[in-house]
């Protein structure tokens, strides 16, 4: 087990770290949603009309508005207040329909705290890497409160490379994620290499796509 660290200080460093500027393309960010949840999403393989979707972690946003474009009531959420008035800016800035900017909202919270309510999907992707590993099994605990019986957490799971050291990103084992999310109630629908090609190029061939079903108990 990974040794503990000090919750309030780790998540301070992502302040720290937008208030430094987080450019398009720089760091974590990616410029666009994932080709594979791009694919997801228009495909119609995740349904989300008239469903409410959470993206913790969600940075700029390209996923929040990916689900809002395509009618979700979806929610943003950071650690940091820097990155939610980045991700609003962002959505602000867009020529989308005003319909969809409505439906696309980001909120400061602590996922590990976060009350507001459940969720039908949801979909952590720089999330998981990002936490220290010592958080893992509080992070699935708490995807089993946010999600509703019979949703769907969505997971992109990156890096998968065994050779990492150290992080953020942290070194992400797909069996991890399925050993603690089948502890918390989900039944694993899917979990497989996701081709090179639906990859956002630098990180082609070390991500897994996981699709989760919360149980009904």
């Known amino acids: 087990m990974a040794d503990a660290v000090d919750r309030a200080e780790y998540h301070s460093r992502w302040e720290a770290e937008w208030t430094d500027g987080v450019v398009q393309g720089d760091k974590w960010d990616t410029r666009a949603s994932a080709p594979s949840l791009t694919k997801l999403v228009s495909s119609g393989a995740l349904e989300l009309k008239g469903k409410k979707s959470i993206v913790p972690g969600c940075g700029r946003g390209y996923d929040v508005l990916l689900f809002a474009g395509v009618g979700s009531d979806a929610l943003?959420?950071?650690i940091s207040q820097t990155?939610?008035?980045v991700a609003s800016g962002y959505r602000d800035s867009l020529q989308i329909p005003d319909e969809h900017k409505k439906k696309a909202n980001f909120v400061l919270g602590d996922f590990f705290k976060y009350g507001g309510g459940q969720f039908d999907v949801g979909f952590d992707y720089n999330f998981f890497c990002a936490i220290h590993p010592s958080m893992r099994a509080d992070w699935a605990k708490q995807w089993s409160k946010l999600i509703v019986p019979g949703g769907e957490l969505v997971t992109l799971l990156y890096?998968?490379?065994?050779?990492?050291?150290?992080?953020?990103?942290?070194?992400t084992d797909p069996n991890v994620a399925k050993d603690l999310l089948e502890a918390n109630g989900f039944e694993c629908k899917e979990l497989s290499p996701v081709d090179p090609s639906a990859s956002i190029p630098?990180?082609?061939?070390s991500e897994y796509l996981g699709r989760w079903i919360r149980n009904m108990q």
Do not use: S
């Open 76 to 78: 943003g959420l950071e």
């Open 83 to 85: 990155a939610v008035d």
């Open 159 to 171: 890096p998968v490379d065994p050779t990492r050291e150290g992080g953020p990103p942290f070194y």
């Open 202 to 205: 630098f990180r082609a061939g």
